[in-house]
């Protein structure tokens, strides 16, 4: 018995420790750290990405057959690959891998999103439908 309950506590701590949920101080230090100043163009759809997760590194949503990972709600059909979806896999990357607390990877594919054609804009039309449907103000 006491084996098991120490397996259990060694599955909660690995589990606590694959996952971070941010300050919003602490999330602008690593942004920073990680060169997204240079992306201030796309504040309003980054900002809007962020409070969506919460700033949990953990964040996960199945939303009318579209999964979003992470940080960043970065979509299991277009940015990443979850192995259960046809996905475009543009960032070249497991979705999975934008559930943990290493977010360089999510910060990296953020840069591929800012860059392509389909980037922030594309987020930031959906966010604005989604306030639109939920009848929400886009500032308080």
């Keep these: 018995a006491m084996k ?22 602490e999330m602008y230090k690593e942004l920073k750290k990680h ?8 504040g309003l ?19 009318e057959g579209h999964p979003y990972y992470g940080l960043f709600h ?3 059909l277009i940015w990443c690959t979850d192995g259960r979806h046809n996905s475009q896999n543009i960032c070249r990357i497991d979705c999975e891998q934008f559930l943990d607390d290493d977010i360089t990877d999510d910060i990296k594919c953020a840069k591929i999103i800012a860059r392509t054609s389909k980037g ?3 987020i930031g039309v959906w966010w604005l439908q989604w ?6 103000p886009l500032e308080t």
């Design 4 to 25: 098991g309950l120490w397996f259990v506590f060694l599955c909660l701590f690995v589990q606590a420790s694959e996952a971070r949920i941010y300050s919003k101080c």
């Design 35 to 42: 060169g997204m100043e240079d992306y201030y163009k796309v």
């Design 45 to 63: 759809g980054l900002c809007l990405i962020l409070f969506s997760s919460g700033f949990n590194t953990e964040h996960y949503v199945y939303t």
């Design 74 to 76: 970065l979509s299991g």
């Design 120 to 122: 922030i804009g594309l």
């Design 131 to 136: 306030l639109e449907v939920r009848k929400l």
